[in-house]
């Protein structure tokens, strides 16, 4: 992940919508199917995370999921979580450091979060051994202005889709988005998120790369 790699994809579902975890098994392997990277599972109850994991991790497919105290970064990690994401405000510096220690990549949904805010954490994940640092902005227009902000700050970039504006994705990956996170409801992963995968593949192609991972029939 980073910018000279293909945008990374996450699929976000929110568990409070799924009945079990037979049914995130399903939601996961549709998504992996449409050719994603990676599935936020939202809410995700302690109960599920077994077999979630064990479903997910020979297909290929990395889980994310939200942390918000130190005892759920430990629980994931012991659960072999792919990396952390953390809604990052001014008072969660503590929690920062101590998922950034497992060495693992943390994705941090940076919402209003100042130049200088953005500044601190990422130093301080850097220091603290982090794998990785993402920061993903949550789009709700058209407006990616911010995207250029973010990127002065040597972390890989991304959106978080909530628009129904044509043409975000790929203005977003012209912009050097290179994560790109869109929220699922369960019953149209499979039409959803393959579209969401063609048109990341499509931008990132008319960049002069070559590598899709789409078909059609």
Same mark, same amino acid.
């Given at each position: ?26 939601? %996961? =392997? ?30 290929? %497919? ?10 759920? %970064?430990?629980?994931? +990690? ?7 994401? @953390?809604?990052? +405000? ?24 100042? +130049? ?12 603290? =051994? ?12 058209? =407006? ?14 991304? %959106? ?6 044509? =043409?975000?994705?790929?203005?977003? @990956?012209?912009?050097?988005?290179? @994560? ?38």
């Amino acid at each position: 992940m980073g910018e000279n790699h293909p945008p990374f994809v996450i699929a976000a579902l929110d568990c409070t919508k799924l009945v079990s975890a037979a049914d995130a098994i399903i939601a %996961i =392997g549709e998504a992996a199917a449409s050719h994603c990277d990676a599935v936020k599972l939202m809410s995700l109850p302690w109960s599920w995370c077994a077999s979630v994991f064990n479903y997910a991790d020979p297909r290929g %497919i990395k889980l994310l999921t939200q942390v918000t105290d130190e005892r759920s %970064i430990e629980r994931l +990690d012991w659960f072999g979580t792919s990396a952390f994401e @953390i809604f990052f +405000d001014w008072a969660d510096l503590d929690l920062v450091a101590c998922a950034a220690r497992t060495g693992k990549p943390l994705v941090l949904s940076v919402a209003n979060s100042t +130049d200088a805010e953005l500044t601190e954490v990422v130093a301080l994940a850097r220091a603290e =051994g982090a794998g990785g640092i993402g920061l993903v902005q949550r789009v709700l227009g058209s =407006g990616l202005n911010y995207l250029d902000t973010l990127r002065r700050h040597n972390a890989v970039v991304g %959106i978080s889709d909530r628009s129904s504006a044509p =043409g975000v994705v790929s203005s977003a @990956i012209g912009r050097g988005a290179r @994560i790109v996170e869109t929220r699922l409801t369960p019953r149209r992963i499979t039409s959803e998120l393959a579209a969401v995968v063609r048109d990341c593949d499509l931008a990132w192609a008319m960049l002069g790369n070559t590598s899709v991972r789409w078909t059609t029939n």
